[in-house]
Each structure stands twice: as C-alpha cells, then as structure tokens.
C-alpha cells in the first residue's frame, strides 16, 4: 500500500496538486506523492475523484483498489496499466486513480517524501 499508511488517523488540511504531484498537509507538514516511473515506463495521475471528502476528513482507511484504462486511453500505448487508491476519510471517499504506460518491462510506484506544493500548485480538484 505505498505508504498512504502513514496518513491513517491524520486529518488533511489542504490537498494541492501541480500536474504531477499530490501535496498533503497534515500536521504541518506536506506530505508530496510523486508518481514514478523505470526508465522505459511514464507514471502519471489519471483521475481524481471525491476531493471534497479529502479537506478536513481524518483518513479512516486506504486500500489499492483496480482502475482499467479506457479504450480511449489505450490507442498507441505498448501497454497501459490502471490502479490507485481509495482513501475513507470521516467525510466520505476518495480516490486516486494512476496510469502506468510501459513496454511490458517496466513498472511504476508512488513515492512518498516532505516537500511544499510549488507556488504553481492549483488547489486539487476531482479530474
């Protein structure tokens, strides 16, 4: 489960997002989740949905969860793989839908690391 552990019983106070990377605060402290890819594979987030239930909800549980690709999403890609994550907050659901595009080979994680949102971060919202 990456380390979305690390989030469980914490409330989130803001979610950032700069087209990359998910930035949490919690505590204080931002917690950046920065999709990444082997040398020959691209990880990236897809969709994002439930963001409301994010802001002020205390993170209950987190679970990996399948998320298929679209048919949409698969034209000209070697190979597409979908997963995520749905985080249960006392406020609801959400969840974070990735991508990883490969040649078969390569796979692709979550890293988990402190860092502050770039001045060009937008508040996260469902996409």
Excluded at 9 to 37: C, F, H, Q, R, S
Excluded at 77 to 92: E, H, I, P, Q
Aim: hydrophobic residues 35%; charged residues 20%.
């Amino acid at each position: 489960m990456e380390h979305f552990e690390s989030l469980l019983g914490k409330t989130i106070d803001e979610a950032m997002y700069d087209g990359e990377n998910i930035y949490l605060l919690t505590g204080g402290e931002w917690v950046k989740i920065n999709p990444e890819g082997d040398c020959c594979s691209s990880c990236y987030v897809q969709h994002v949905s439930g963001v409301d239930a994010l802001r002020g909800g205390v993170v209950n549980a987190a679970e990996r969860i399948t998320s298929e690709p679209t048919a949409e999403e698969l034209v000209g890609a070697d190979v597409l793989d979908g997963w995520g994550y749905r985080l249960t907050t006392s406020k609801g659901h959400v969840s974070i839908e990735l991508r990883l595009a490969h040649n078969g080979y390569y796979g692709g994680w979550l890293n988990f690391s402190n860092g502050e949102p770039p001045a060009t971060a937008k508040p996260l919202d469902d996409f």
